[in-house]
């Protein structure tokens, strides 16, 4: 049974530029959130998807937006990169009915240069 | 708002000692509290959750938690504690109701266990 999968696991941009990480939940999971976790620091929460939907934000800018697919699987993208953006980004997933529990995949971690 | 707070950014201690990783809490209501523990580079792994029931919550790896509403802690122990045992852990609350919830995580505590 796979897990939550990321994809690239690292990626390097230069500031302005775009960039759209990948995320496939764990078979059963219904539900994607994305953290941002920066050197250092307890992940945040940046915002979930649930049935195609951004069904609750944490406090990111507009620049950051996501999107899933019919098959549960999820993209995170964050246009006009700044440095302060440089983070592991997390990928977890559940089901709409657990009590919280989520499952993370490795991350990917970006660096903005 | 929720929030857990973990004072200490790192605890030592010895191969075969017990250890404590500390980790307070602020919620309105009935708290589900987490831990999840982080190794270098990599995702952060459920270790166990108390949502309600006993007060002592076992989970992986020999991990356990005493949940006390009293002090509002729910702290992470081990009797006996390995090398391998060295990562970052991390104390979580939910917030949000079933279905629309997500993790408020605390700051991390480096755990560094010594042969």
């Known amino acids: 049974d796979a897990g939550v999968t990321q994809s690239p696991t690292h990626l390097i941009k230069t500031r302005g530029q775009q960039v759209t990480l990948r995320c496939s939940p764990k078979?059963?999971?219904?539900?994607v959130s994305w953290y941002q976790q920066a050197l250092g620091q307890g992940p945040q929460f940046i915002f979930q998807?649930?049935?195609?939907?951004?069904?609750q934000r944490g406090n990111f800018p507009d620049r950051f937006s996501g999107h899933q697919f019919p098959n549960y699987s999820s993209e995170l993208n964050v246009n006009a990169l700044l440095l302060g953006d440089s983070a592991l980004y997390l990928c977890?997933?559940?089901?709409?009915?657990?009590?919280?529990?989520?499952?993370f995949g490795e991350g990917s971690r970006l660096t903005v240069l | 708002a929720q929030s857990v707070a973990q004072p200490e950014d790192q605890v030592n201690v010895a191969e075969g000692n017990p250890l404590t990783v500390k980790c307070t809490y602020s919620?309105?209501?009935?708290?589900?509290l987490f831990w999840y523990v982080q190794y270098p580079n990599r995702g952060l792994q459920f270790l166990l959750k108390?949502?309600?029931?006993?007060?002592l919550v076992k989970g992986s790896y020999g991990f356990e938690a005493e949940f006390n509403k009293s002090q509002t802690s729910f702290h992470l122990k081990k009797p006996s504690a390995l090398v391998s045992d060295s990562a970052l852990y991390f104390c979580?609350?939910?917030?949000?109701?079933?279905?629309?919830?997500?993790?408020?995580f605390g700051t991390g505590t480096r755990l560094l266990v010594s042969p």
């Open positions: 977890a997933s559940s089901h709409r009915d657990s009590t919280g529990e989520l499952f």
């Open positions: 078979s059963g999971h219904d539900t």
């Open positions: 998807y649930y049935e195609e939907e951004e069904r």
């Open positions: 919620v309105s209501g009935n708290p589900y």
């Open positions: 108390y949502i309600t029931g006993d007060n």
């Open positions: 979580a609350v939910r917030e949000g109701y079933r279905g629309f919830q997500k993790l408020v």
